[in-house]
């Protein structure tokens, strides 16, 4: 049996993630999804506009999804070898980057695979917020504007 998994925040779930999920379904035979605590988004610079119970909730809800745990940490080699899984599934932004190639090494000692998806294009819970910030009036808070600042930088 081929275990599978991915992680992600899945704030604001959008047709990119619902493609990642189907596109990684089809690869193996059961796929776990990692959903980012709120605390583990905070750190990378972030805030979560959906609660994680509700986040976690919406992955488990969709049918290529078999199981949904809690990514607490940014440890995706641990997390592969804890759940038995054999294949990461990630977005093709991270590819070739001197950071996965490294992982990519790391992880093909301990058979592990790494298969890139094409990230959508166009989409993303950023684009999605900014543009509730802008219809909808939402306030842009220091907060908002200091972490998209660090991340663009």
Request: glycine residues 8%; contains cysteine.
């Amino acid at each position: 049996m081929v275990i599978g998994y991915t992680t992600g925040v899945y704030d604001l779930f959008h047709i990119g993630h619902l493609t990642l999920l189907k596109n990684a379904k089809a690869l193996c035979d059961k796929l776990i999804v990692g959903v980012t605590v709120d605390e583990l988004v905070l750190y990378k610079g972030k805030r979560a506009m959906i609660p994680y119970s509700d986040r976690a909730e919406i992955v488990r809800s969709i049918k290529y999804v078999d199981a949904v745990v809690p990514q607490y940490d940014m440890d995706k080699l641990a997390a592969c070898k804890k759940l038995g899984a054999s294949v990461l599934f990630v977005g093709d932004d991270w590819y070739g980057t001197e950071k996965w190639k490294k992982y990519e090494e790391d992880f093909a000692r301990e058979g592990i695979k790494i298969i890139y998806f094409p990230y959508t294009r166009g989409i993303s819970s950023t684009k999605i917020t900014e543009a509730l910030k802008s219809t909808r009036g939402w306030v842009v808070d220091e907060a908002d504007v200091k972490a998209d600042n660090h991340l663009n930088n």
